[in-house]
Every structure is written in structure tokens, then in C-alpha cells.
């Protein structure tokens, strides 16, 4: 059985295994520590350790979303580029007459 909580530093929504016998843990997000709510008034029921969330997921996650924003204005780059590189070497007649007539 898990419990949910949410870390009261940086708000991150955690999940955790109740039958963890940490007297504390660690937000993988903010790496604050605090209170296990599976404990009963502070006291470890199988131990007195500190418990970690696994951050595998979440961190994959986080480089993925990074990758695609990346990505994304990479290629936004390399397009504004090329219309500038066009643009530039186009005669200035063409563009005169381009803007002209209203594109």
C-alpha cells in the first residue's frame, strides 16, 4: 500500500511505500528533508534510516522534456537561418517587388 503527500518546500506531488520504515525522507525534486507520514509520531517502525523517492523516472522524464524543448528551438533556428540566408541573397528588385504588390 503507498501514501501520497506533497512536499511542502517545492509543492511536488510524492508517492511513497507505507511500509517504508524511514523516519524521514527526501523529495527528489528540492532534496529537502522531511517527516515520513508512514511513521507513527516520529518513530520508524522497522528502523530509524532516511528514505529517498527514486528519481529514475522522474529524472528521465525532466531530460526528455528538455531534449524536445531543445530540439524544438534548434529547429526553429536553422529555419529562421535559412530565411534570413534567402532572404539576403534574393535582389533587392525581387523583394521591391515582392513587398509591392503585397506578398
Do not use: Q
Not at 3 to 16: E, Q, W
Not at 45 to 50: E, N, P
Not at 82 to 96: D, E, N, R, S
Amino acid at each position: 500500500m503507498h501514501y501520497r503527500m506533497t512536499c511542502p518546500h517545492c509543492n511536488t506531488a510524492l508517492r511513497g511505500p507505507s511500509d517504508a520504515g524511514a523516519v524521514s525522507i527526501i523529495c527528489p525534486d528540492c532534496l529537502s528533508r522531511m517527516p515520513n507520514p508512514a511513521t507513527a509520531g516520529g518513530v520508524a517502525l522497522t528502523g530509524g534510516s532516511v528514505m529517498g523517492f527514486p528519481v529514475d523516472c522522474e529524472t528521465r522524464r525532466r531530460l526528455e522534456t528538455l531534449g524536445h524543448a531543445l530540439a524544438a528551438t534548434l529547429l526553429w533556428l536553422v529555419a529562421m537561418g535559412i530565411v534570413f540566408v534567402v532572404l539576403a541573397t534574393m535582389p533587392l528588385y525581387v523583394l521591391k517587388a515582392f513587398f509591392k504588390a503585397g506578398g
